[in-house]
Every structure is written in C-alpha cells, then in structure tokens.
C-alpha cells in the first residue's frame, strides 16, 4: 500500500471503499495517477464533471469569479447566482430556484417545499411523502428516510417521519398510497441511478404525474444525476412530456464544484418565504460562474450529440459477450455483466478505464463532450473486460 493510501487509512473516515487508484491530474476525459499511466474516465466522478477534467471554458469562468470575489453572504446580492437561476428559469419554464450545495441539500429543500404547499393548502396532516422502493435521494436523515432501500436505514433509525414508499413502474402501488396517506409530495427519479440505472416506464411517470396534479399533490423530479444534459435532453423529464412541480439537481451542474438547485414551478414558487430555508454557502459565486458556463453549453446541438454519443454507447455495448442488459439513456448507462460488476471495474483499472458501479451494474457516466473517438476506445474495453 502506498504512502498516501495509509494515511488516507488513518486519517480519512472509513467510509469509501476505494479502489487503489490515485489520481493526481487530467485533462479532459483522461485522468492521469502518481505513475503517469492515463485512463479514460468514464464515471467523470459520478457525473460531476460535465465537460471532463479541467475543461478549459468552465476553469476560465471559475477563474474570472475567484478574481472577483470568492464568497458573499447571502445578506448581499451575487451576479453569478442570479444569472443561473435566470438561465435554469428560461430554460426550464420553473419559476424560482434555490441554491445549495449537493444533492442531498437539494432534496431536503424540495421535501420542504411540498410539506409547506400541503399543510398551508390542506392542513398539516398533509406531510407524507412519497417515494419510490430502490430510489437514491441522498444521505441526510430525511433524504436516507426518502431513499427507498432498506440498508441505507438500518443503523440510523430514527429517521425522519412521514415517508412511504411505492413500487418503481406500478402505478397501482401509488394510487393505493396515495389514498391510504395524507400525501403533500411524490418524488422520483426518472432514471433510478444509484438503484442500478433502472429506468420507468414513460407510462409510469405521465402516470405520477396526472396522480399529482389531480390531486394537487406537490410533483418532485430528482435530477441530482439524471439532469444537466445526461439523458440527451436538459432534465430527463423533458424526455416524457410531463411538468414537474418541482426539480431538484447537483453532481454535473457544477462541473465539479459543490452546488445544488431547488428549481420551483408557478405552483409552489411562492411557497418559501424569508426564513424558511437558508444555507451559508449555498448559491456560491464561484460554484455558480461555473454552471452559468455549463448550462449555457447545453444547447440543442450539444445535446442532439449527446444522444448521437448515447447511441454509440449503447449499440456496442447491447448483446456484447458477457453482457446481460444494458439500461439507461443518452450517456447514462447501466451494463449488466454476467460475472461480478466489481470485477469487471478492477479489470478495466488495469487496461485503463475508469467506471463505477450501481447495484450489479457497471455504470458509465462519461463526461457529456468526451470525443467519439476516446468514447469508442474506452467501449471496447469495457466490453473485452466483460468477455474475458
Ligand atoms: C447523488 C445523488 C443524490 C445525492 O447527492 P449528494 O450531492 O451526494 O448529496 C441524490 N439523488 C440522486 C438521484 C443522486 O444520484
């Protein structure tokens, strides 16, 4: 073991299990470790970074704002945070955003957006919420108590009151929640990413959606991963024509620093008052002259390439030897190999590729710009790695 990884072992909290795997650089979709050997990334550390390692537009943006002012108060008006609550506003239709700092942040805002909706429109015994079995919200006490899987809560209890669960494409599991609880919010991911890149059914979703409107129950997309041009489009609900109450994302809006958004249609926009959220850090300047450069990128014709480069991903990856399933959308994909994922991801290291893992699945979350070429290259690994 490394001099690095020992102190890391001391020092650092024991809760990742890393893989020996030091990065110290890159550029790009090539990262580079102590030993000069490069890999392709294609986790671009779970989604985060959307223009790849160091790309040289979002760094100018950061560098521009660090020689302005690093931080303020939120006591104070910022340029950058307006620009991209302006810039998500118009490109989303949603009226209102709130900034934060992860995923998690993100979510716990929206939870309390619906909470508030339903308790000053229906009462407050209006506070459950709903979510899906197998979903990933994030780590906080309410989003572990929001995320649908069972051994994220085990040694954390009491978590937060108030959450149900539904099973993931059965619509007939919601409505009967629905109509055995006092329901202020549903919550889904389009694409359950952490669950194992398990998609839903457009059925499904349009489905939550009218059960939702219907019932004037608060409507919450979670595109902490799926967002920010993922799937082909800006927010994977773009892909099934419905109209999320409110969205929530983080990981690639930043393009690598921490920055969550709490995005607030005509519904609830009016619904946070002064004080009824905050976070000192949320809506950085810094954090947000990046995602200004990121969004602004995330055009039409960007993403048409997103999608193109999807299809090239999935086309080789479908029916390869040693691949059972291959799910997601766009450069969002999920392969099931017929031996272990974990091996397949060490073998990958040693050949020069980086992925991760959800579930049983080897997940590839390639930055949105990496060339088809490195893309191609990095495929075929992966899929000699599933076959050997
Ligand atoms: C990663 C993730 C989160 C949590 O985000 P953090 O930034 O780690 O708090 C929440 N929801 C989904 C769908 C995620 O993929």
Redesign the pocket.
Known sequence: MSKLQELDNKYVANTYARFPVEIVSGKGSIAKDTDGKEYIDMGSG??VTSFGIADDIWKQAVLDQLDKVQHMSNLYYTEPCVKLAELLCEKTGMKKVFFSN??????ECAIKVARKYAAEKKGPEYYTILTLWN??????LT?LAATGQDHYHELFQPLTPGFVHATANDLVSVQKLVEAHKVAGILI?CI???GGVNPLTAEFIQGVDAICHEKDIVFMV?????GNGRTGKLYSYMNFGVNPDVV?T??GIGGGL?L?ACLMGEKVEHVLGHGDHGSTFGGNPVACAGAVSIINRLDDAFLAEVQRKGKILFGALEEAPGIETVTGMGMMCGVKPVKPATDVVKKCIEKGVLCLTAKDKVRLLPALNMPEEVLVKAVNIIKEACAE
């Open positions: 779970i989604g992860s995923g998690g942040e993100a979510n979903s990933f919200h994030g780590r906080t989003t991911e359950q990413g952490e979670d595109e902490v991963q799926t929530t983080a990981k921490p969550g």
